[in-house]
């Protein structure tokens, strides 16, 4: 049995896992392998690792990209099960396969470009968010997708209302639903506030980012979900994960381009944090002084609310990381 890590790559879809594993560099050597994405299949995933690699979980190095949620499953057995997981995100291993001038794309292709990622960059291993950042995660996602459906309904029903002729029984069948999703999100509100007071940990991050003045009961929800959930060293690193880094493009003397935003992170998490930054503009001194220098430096209003969403953020990771509540002088 060999003590060198050995390095897989799956690419992952709803029904089937597709496994390379990279038995060697240089000239290129790959064993495939696919299986079904079932617990069952990620116990013969597993196995057959162990029984053709020789070497114990501890030293296979699974590298893999975030889909959806259908990665979850796999990642979470393989991490429980002693491996290296490592999650990669998509536009750098887009990069990577770039570099190496690889311009095709499948399932089998691209585990041998997550093998060789693997391989090359060593990537941090991940670790799992805990239990209790999982549910919360998963009851904010639930009360999101309630949220976004009764908006919809509401906006079926102002269109209809502007018709001079309409169904009667349409309109109350829109209402019948607008009212059921009130009052389910009303339950589910009430269910993560629940949640969120079995944790002696999860209440007190509640408590410290509520002391931030644009920050509310949801919004700090939200951001617990999101610093709590990975290793976070750095504030910026949030920011980053976010997508709220710029992204500069100059070169020599003529090229100057306007600074952009990475975007590499979720939109719709950006788009939670619209709101908590209009408020805070408005209520923090922090961020409305600093919003209003951008201003008075002649930055488009939007650059300028942009970075007032990236200062909002650090100074949320800052009242975590410190356990203190806010200050105007942190």
Not at 19 to 48: C, F, M, Y
Not at 75 to 86: I, T
Not at 185 to 196: A, M, P, T, V
Request: proline share 5%; hydrophobic share 40%.
């Amino acid at each position: 049995m060999t003590d060198t890590v050995v390095s897989i790559g799956i690419d992952v879809a709803k029904d089937k896992l597709q496994i390379a594993w990279l038995r060697q560099l240089q000239p290129l050597q790959v064993k495939p392998k696919s299986l079904p994405n079932t617990p069952k299949g990620h116990e013969e995933l597993l196995d057959w690792l162990l029984k053709n690699t020789g070497v114990t979980a501890g030293k296979l190095r699974i590298t893999l990209e975030p889909t959806n949620v259908y990665h979850e499953g796999v990642a979470l057995y393989l991490h429980e099960h002693g491996c290296q997981v490592c999650l990669v995100n998509p536009k750098q291993m887009n990069d990577f396969a770039a570099s190496l001038g690889s311009l095709s794309k499948n399932d089998c292709k691209d585990s041998v470009m997550l093998a060789r990622y693997g391989w090359e960059r060593n990537p941090r291993v991940w670790q799992p968010a805990p239990l209790e950042i999982r549910h919360l995660h998963a009851l904010l996602g639930r009360l999101d997708t309630l949220q976004d459906s009764l908006q919809q309904e509401k906006n079926r029903l102002d269109t209809l209302q502007m018709q001079t002729q309409y169904s009667v029984t349409v309109k109350k069948s829109l209402e019948a639903s607008i009212a059921y999703l009130e009052e389910s999100i009303k339950q589910l509100r009430q269910q993560i506030d629940d949640h969120i007071g079995r944790y002696p940990g999860l209440k007190n991050d509640q408590k410290l980012l509520e002391t931030i003045p644009g920050i509310g009961s949801l919004s700090a929800q939200r951001m617990i979900a999101l610093i709590r959930s990975r290793d976070f060293h750095k504030a910026s690193e949030v920011a980053a994960f976010v997508g709220l880094i710029p992204v500069e493009h100059t070169s020599g003397t003529t090229v100057r381009k306007r600074p952009r935003l990475s975007r590499r992170g979720d939109p719709k998490l950006r788009g939670k944090l619209f709101m908590p930054v209009v408020a805070a503009i408005t209520h923090n001194p922090v961020i409305q002084k600093f919003y209003k220098k951008l201003l008075d430096q002649k930055k488009h209003q939007r650059a300028a609310m942009t970075a007032a969403m990236r200062k909002l953020v650090h100074i949320c990771f800052g009242v975590l990381k410190n356990q203190q509540v806010f200050s105007p002088a942190m």
